[in-house]
T-cell receptor, first 115, second 115 residues
Framework: SAVISQKPSRDICQRGTSLTIQCQVDSQVTMMFWYRQQPGQSLTLIATANQGSEATYESGFVIDKFPISRPNLTFSTLTVSNMSPEDSSIYLC????????????FGPGTRLTVL | DQQVKQNSPSLSVQEGRISILNCDYTNSMFDYFLWYKKYPAEGPTFLISISSIKDKNEDGRFTVFLNKSAKHLSLHIVPSQPGDSAVYFCAASPYSGAGSYQLTFGKGTKLSVIP
C-alpha cells in the first residue's frame, strides 16, 4: 500500500482554537479524502480534497469549519476551526489511485482531544 | 440512519476455528463492498473487496460473501489466528471499477482470537 503519514499523531487543544492536520503520501495519488471517527462511531467522510480547487464536502460538513487544502498530488491539510469538545475525534486521511491499485488506503490518523 | 450496519460489536473465536463477521446494508445503490482491519493507534488497512457482480471473493484465509437480495455480506477467516485480533470495518461504495471512494462505513466488529 502507499505510505501515508499524518502530523500531528495526537493533540490536546483548548476550546475555540484551531488545529491543522497534515497528510503526506509517498507517491502521487488520484484522490485524497478526509474522514472523522468520533468515539464509538463509524468512520464518516468529511470531504474530498481536490487538487488546485475547493474541496467537495459531504452533507453536514462545511468549509468554514473544516477548511481543506491540496496544493499538489501528494499533500493535503485539514483544519478543524473554532474547536469544541464535540470535535474530539480521530481524523484520518485516505487516498485512492496509487501504483498499488485502486483501493482506498488510510493514514494512521490524528487523535484530537478538545478540552 | 445507518446505511451500513455491523450488529455485533464484538466476537470471540478460538484459534484455528472460523471467524464469521457480518454486515448488512440498506442502500440499493451500493455497488462495491470492502472490509478493513484496524489495529489500535493505526489507520484501517484494506483487507478484501467484492463487486456486486460477484457473490464470492477469496484471498488466502479471507473470503467475502455477498448476498445482494438480502443486502448482506460476510467475511470468513479460516483458520483464525491471534494476529487477526483487531476491529473489522465493513464499507460500501456506489462506485466500482474506477476506484473505491465515497465509502460508507459500519461501526466495526472487534474480533478477539483466543490462543
Amino acid at each position: 500500500s502507499a505510505v501515508i503519514s499524518q502530523k500531528p499523531s495526537r493533540d490536546i487543544c483548548q476550546r475555540g482554537t484551531s488545529l491543522t492536520i497534515q497528510c503526506q503520501v509517498d507517491s502521487q495519488v488520484t484522490m485524497m479524502f478526509w474522514y472523522r471517527q468520533q468515539p464509538g462511531q463509524s468512520l464518516t467522510l468529511i470531504a474530498t480534497a481536490n487538487q488546485g480547487s475547493e474541496a467537495t464536502y459531504e452533507s453536514g460538513f462545511v468549509i468554514d469549519k473544516f477548511p481543506i487544502s491540496r496544493p499538489n498530488l501528494t499533500f493535503s491539510t485539514l483544519t478543524v476551526s473554532n474547536m469544541s469538545p464535540e470535535d474530539s475525534s480521530i481524523y484520518l486521511c485516505s487516498v485512492v489511485g496509487t501504483l498499488k491499485g485502486n483501493e482506498q488506503f488510510f493514514g494512521p490518523g490524528t487523535r484530537l482531544t478538545v478540552l | 440512519d445507518q446505511q451500513v450496519k455491523q450488529n455485533s460489536p464484538s466476537l470471540s473465536v478460538q484459534e484455528g476455528r472460523i471467524s464469521i463477521l457480518n454486515c448488512d446494508y440498506t442502500n440499493s445503490m451500493f455497488d462495491y463492498f470492502l472490509w478493513y482491519k484496524k489495529y489500535p493507534a493505526e489507520g484501517p488497512t484494506f483487507l478484501i473487496s467484492i463487486s456486486s457482480i460477484k457473490d464470492k471473493n477469496e484471498d488466502g484465509r479471507f473470503t467475502v460473501f455477498l448476498n445482494k437480495s438480502a443486502k448482506h455480506l460476510s467475511l470468513h477467516i479460516v483458520p483464525s489466528q491471534p494476529g487477526d485480533s483487531a476491529v473489522y470495518f465493513c464499507a460500501a461504495s456506489p462506485y466500482s471499477g474506477a476506484g473505491s471512494y465515497q465509502l460508507t462505513f459500519g461501526k466495526g466488529t472487534k474480533l478477539s482470537v483466543i490462543p
